[in-house]
């Protein structure tokens, strides 16, 4: 029949042979040369206490981190696959980034599926060979990008006050830097977002001159942007004149100048 080790005390460094149990009481005897007998080879006596597992197992361990930042993230479920995609295992990383659970013996690819919540989802493969255990799996994960998604007026989406500008000018206000300057450390933290900015006037002056206005506007704060340190290639700007007012301030409407300035405003909108 098929040889199994199992485990201490029965089984150890020595020759141990010769297993025998009664299946009803449990009893059983094997022999050994282990050290402390009475001669060469020696008869003991034992009780199974709980039953013996005969499957056979192989241990996985290994842990889950964070790519960027190589922290070793907890509460990360962990899932073993076969090669038909069936599950072997599954559990979760503890306080130390880690996990170990139980393979099977048989032979062939093996594939570690790691997820966490605000991650995309890693994995490694590994091979079992000789019911060996696969030991040290590293997997990392990278985190979902949380940027604002496409058509996001980044002045709304931060919550910063509106980049207001003069009447009949495209300075760059000094008021207005404080929130630009949000959205140049939004843009520095997100590498991959680009925006258009969108300046707009109010309905005084005729429209032609408000539409070109509105463009040394946007043209104003985008190289603002890009003095800043951000690729060119990542802004964008148009100007809108005065074709989107946020409020009832048309033309030969009368309207104080606050309502008037409501109409003066930038947008930071990602397109990408």
Same mark, same amino acid.
């Not at 013996?52 to 241990?59: A, I, K, P, Q, S």
């Not at 509106?162 to 933290?189: C, G, H, M, Q, T």
């Given at each position: 029949?098929?040889?199994?080790?199992?485990?201490?005390?029965?089984?150890?460094?020595?020759?141990?042979?010769?297993?025998?149990?009664?299946?009803?009481?449990?009893?059983?005897?094997?022999?050994?040369?282990?050290?402390?007998?009475?001669?060469?080879?020696?008869?003991?006596?034992?009780?199974?206490?709980?039953?013996?597992?005969?499957?056979?197992?192989?241990?996985?361990?290994?842990?889950?981190?964070?790519?960027?930042?190589?922290?070793?993230?907890?509460?990360?479920?962990?899932?073993?696959?076969?090669?038909?995609? /069936? &599950? $072997?295992? %599954?559990?979760?990383?503890? +306080?130390? *980034?880690?996990?170990?659970?139980?393979?099977?013996? =048989? @032979?062939?690819?093996? /594939? &570690? $599926?790691? %997820?966490?919540?605000?991650? +995309?989802? *890693?994995?490694?493969?590994?091979?079992?060979?000789? =019911? @060996?255990?696969?030991?040290?799996?590293?997997?990392?994960?990278?985190?979902?990008?949380?940027?604002?998604?496409?058509?996001?007026?980044?002045?709304?989406?931060?919550?910063?006050?509106?980049?207001?500008?003069?009447?009949?000018?495209?300075?760059?206000?000094?008021?207005?830097?404080?929130?630009?300057?949000?959205?140049?450390?939004?843009?520095?933290?997100?590498?991959?977002?680009?925006?258009?900015?969108?300046?707009?006037?109010?309905?005084?002056?005729?429209?032609?001159?408000?539409?070109?206005?509105?463009?040394?506007?946007?043209?104003?704060?985008?190289?603002?942007?890009?003095?800043?340190?951000?690729?060119?290639?990542?802004?964008?700007?148009?100007?809108?004149?005065?074709?989107?007012?946020?409020?009832?301030?048309?033309?030969?409407?009368?309207?104080?100048?606050?309502?008037?300035?409501?109409?003066?405003?930038?947008?930071?909108?990602?397109?990408?």
């Amino acid at each position: 029949g098929e040889i199994y080790n199992v485990g201490r005390p029965l089984n150890g460094e020595e020759d141990d042979f010769s297993y025998i149990i009664n299946e009803e009481t449990k009893k059983g005897f094997f022999a050994s040369n282990r050290k402390g007998g009475q001669g060469n080879d020696d008869i003991y006596s034992f009780v199974e206490m709980t039953p013996l597992d005969f499957t056979c197992h192989t241990n996985i361990t290994g842990i889950v981190k964070d790519q960027k930042t190589n922290v070793l993230l907890t509460d990360a479920s962990v899932t073993v696959y076969d090669k038909d995609n /069936k &599950v $072997v295992s %599954s559990s979760s990383t503890d +306080e130390n *980034g880690a996990f170990e659970m139980e393979g099977n013996c =048989a @032979e062939g690819s093996y /594939k &570690v $599926v790691a %997820s966490k919540a605000d991650y +995309e989802e *890693g994995n490694k493969t590994f091979m079992t060979v000789k =019911a @060996e255990d696969a030991m040290g799996i590293e997997i990392v994960l990278a985190q979902v990008d949380p940027s604002a998604p496409i058509g996001t007026d980044l002045a709304k989406y931060l919550n910063i006050e509106p980049i207001y500008f003069d009447f009949d000018k495209y300075f760059i206000r000094e008021d207005a830097r404080v929130s630009i300057n949000k959205v140049l450390a939004y843009l520095n933290e997100y590498p991959r977002v680009n925006v258009q900015v969108r300046s707009h006037t109010d309905s005084r002056a005729n429209d032609a001159y408000n539409m070109k206005l509105s463009a040394n506007r946007a043209k104003a704060t985008a190289d603002y942007l890009i003095a800043a340190g951000i690729p060119s290639n990542r802004i964008s700007y148009e100007g809108y004149g005065e074709t989107e007012l946020t409020n009832g301030c048309s033309n030969g409407v009368p309207c104080n100048k606050e309502n008037h300035q409501l109409n003066r405003r930038s947008e930071f909108i990602v397109v990408e």
